[in-house]
């Protein structure tokens, strides 16, 4: 009788275990793939020397683990997250930064954006906002992912 007790303790317990982690994670999803390189189109024609700062760099490389974002583009990098199709990012404007410019308030820069619907391209529609700072504005963009699709999500 003894054995059959160990034994289900030593086997049975960790079997039910493994089960309840398999179904526990059967609900689980994947957070939308949005890794790599995007070539960044924005027009700041007529903007402020803020949003000018902005339109200088080519591209967005974006990093993700799990829902977490890098987000780079020049020398800014954002965090963030993505959520479903949108991804929220922000970075603190320390002095000293390019980004620095007319509007002394303004403590950070947010990038709010979605990914379009049905693209397979893995374009990224949003906008730059300058948080605290009514003259800088914000700044429209499209960023379209150059090289392959990424894997999963």
């Given at each position: 009788?003894?054995?059959?007790l160990?034994?289900?303790?030593?086997?049975?317990?960790?079997?039910?275990?493994?089960i309840?982690i398999l179904?526990i994670?059967?609900?689980l999803?994947?957070?939308?793939?949005?890794?790599?390189?995007?070539?960044l189109?924005?027009?700041?024609?007529?903007?402020t020397?803020?949003?000018?700062?902005?339109s200088?760099?080519p591209?967005?490389?974006?990093?993700?683990?799990?829902t977490?974002?890098?987000i780079?583009?020049?020398?800014?990098t954002?965090?963030?997250?993505?959520?479903?199709?949108?991804?929220t990012?922000?970075?603190?404007?320390?002095?000293?930064s390019?980004?620095r410019?007319?509007?002394?308030?303004s403590?950070?820069?947010?990038l709010?954006?979605?990914?379009?619907a049905?693209?397979t391209?893995?374009?990224?529609?949003?906008?730059?906002?300058?948080d605290?700072?009514?003259?800088?504005?914000?700044?429209?963009?499209?960023?379209?992912r150059t090289?392959?699709?990424p894997?999963?999500?």
């Open positions: 009788m003894r054995p059959v160990w034994y289900l303790a030593f086997v049975g317990v960790p079997i039910l275990a493994l309840g179904r994670g059967a609900n999803t994947a957070p939308q793939a949005v890794h790599g390189q995007y070539a189109m924005a027009d700041s024609s007529g903007g020397p803020c949003v000018s700062a902005l200088r760099a591209q967005l490389t974006v990093r993700q683990s799990g977490r974002l890098d780079r583009f020049g020398d800014v954002l965090k963030g997250e993505v959520v479903g199709d949108s991804l990012a922000v970075t603190p404007i320390r002095d000293g390019p980004l410019t007319s509007c002394q308030a403590d950070s820069l947010r709010a954006a979605t990914r379009a049905g693209d391209l893995q374009r990224l529609v949003g906008t730059f906002l300058f605290e700072c009514a003259t800088c504005g914000s700044l429209p963009f499209q960023a379209t090289g392959a699709a894997r999963g999500g």
